[in-house]
T-cell receptor, first 115, second 112 residues
Framework: GAVVSQHPSWVICKSGTSVKIECRSLDFQATTMFWYRQFPKQSLMLMATSNEGSKATYEQGVEKDKFLINHASLTLSTLTVTSAHPEDSSFYIC???????????FGQGTRLTVV | SQQGEEDPQALSIQEGENATMNCSYKTSINNLQWYRQNSGRGLVHLILIRSNEREKHSGRLRVTLDTSKKSSSLLITASRAADTASYFCATVPLYNTDKLIFGTGTRLQVFP
């Protein structure tokens, strides 16, 4: 099946710094990429949807100035957590899909710990 | 919230038994998907069922969809210890096909 590579798999950063997470579709063009956040033992919460070349659509309650999403190409989307705080510590997962009624392929996730 | 709900939240069974998980959702859908997640890992797609389908099989997996009740079920037959994971349903809304909305998940533990 298709592969989505997410990097890094884990990161520890100091409070106040910014962290960038990359999501790449390795063998297909992803028209849409999604970013999710998952708290321990809970479901994934959609943060934002991004289409290549356009601004991301953020879900209600997600601060777009804090979680910057860039989808510059059909194979790469990035999520930057700016001025990270301990409450931003979470598991972030991206997914990519090639079109409607196709399955979404997920990255392996990034465990962010802000200390 | 648009998030769907799954039950049970947790399920423990012995190897060889069948496991059934249920998913309910709130809005009309284009399709419904089931995913598996091993602890701390990304999700793996299991099966997709379209709104005009009622049942689908894939290996030991059987998925049903009842759009009148806005519910779906995932049946894993002859479970194995390796099936231990969290299972999530996710829906693509009919009128907003850019989204994939996840249910709350079921944690399945299969004892050898």
């Amino acid at each position: 099946g298709a592969v989505v590579s997410q990097h890094p798999s884990w990161v520890i950063c100091k409070s106040g710094t910014s962290v960038k997470i990359e999501c790449r579709s390795l063998d297909f063009q992803a028209t849409t990429m999604f970013w999710y956040r998952q708290f321990p033992k809970q479901s994934l919460m959609l943060m934002a949807t991004s289409n290549e070349g356009s601004k991301a659509t953020y879900e209600q309650g997600v601060e777009k100035d804090k979680f910057l999403i860039n989808h510059a190409s059909l194979t790469l989307s990035t999520l930057t957590v700016t001025s990270a705080h301990p409450e931003d510590s979470s598991f972030y997962i991206c997914s990519a899909e090639g079109g409607l009624n196709t399955e979404a392929f997920f990255g392996q996730g990034t465990r962010l710990t802000v200390v | 919230s648009q998030q769907g709900e799954e039950d049970p939240q947790a399920l423990s069974i012995q190897e060889g038994e069948n496991a059934t998980m249920n998913c309910s959702y709130k809005t009309s859908i284009n399709n419904l998907q089931w995913y598996r997640q091993n602890s701390g890992r990304g999700l793996v797609h299991l099966i997709l069922i379209r709104s005009n389908e009622r049942e689908k099989h894939s290996g030991r997996l059987r998925v049903t969809l009842d759009t009148s009740k806005k519910s779906s079920s995932l049946l894993i037959t002859a479970s194995r210890a390796a099936d231990t994971a969290s299972y999530f349903c996710a829906t693509v809304p009919l009128y907003n096909t850019d989204k994939l909305i996840f249910g709350t998940g079921t944690r399945l533990q299969v004892f050898p």
